[in-house]
């Protein structure tokens, strides 16, 4: 993709929130820091919208917690048309990992998430925002 250079007028505090957000995250120069803020924003616009999106939902859970396992894959099956694959890692001998990758409107994919993540027995839980264009 052709790339363009512009110049940037900021406020001296401003430019140094920019820096520390920059030194923060990792990021090598000025420009991939405000490339990642616009990408950011127009991804939580999307969201917000309800707008076809994609998504990871991480949960750590208890095997062991009564009916947990049963349940969350029941969750699953009512939404299966948004899943569009699931992950299962045996963390250690109680805890699992499981990343599921999730894709359709966002309302229903945070839907999802809630329910599976406010589950008993689950330690963590996260989605992770993203979109498809
Ligand atoms: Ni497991």
């Not at 990408?39 to 949960?59: F, H, L, P, S």
């Not at 048309?81 to 499981?98: P, R, W, Y």
């Not at 309302?107 to 599976?116: E, I, S, T, V």
């Amino acid at each position: 993709m052709l790339v363009k250079r512009f110049g940037v007028s900021l406020e001296d505090d401003l430019l140094k929130k920019l820096d520390s957000f920059a030194k923060k995250n990792k990021f090598p120069n000025r420009s991939q820091a405000i490339r990642f803020l616009i990408t950011q924003t127009e991804v939580e616009e999307k969201w917000e919208k309800n707008k076809d999106v994609a998504g990871v939902i991480v949960i750590v859970f208890d095997h062991h917690k009564r009916e947990l396992t049963a349940k969350s894959q029941a969750i699953q099956h009512n939404y299966h048309d948004l899943i569009l694959s699931v992950q299962h890692v045996h963390l250690d001998h109680c805890n699992c990992l499981e990343t599921i990758a999730v894709k359709g409107k966002a309302q229903k994919l945070q839907q999802l998430a809630d329910k599976l993540i406010s589950l008993k027995g689950v330690r963590h839980g996260k989605l992770v925002m993203s979109a498809t264009k």
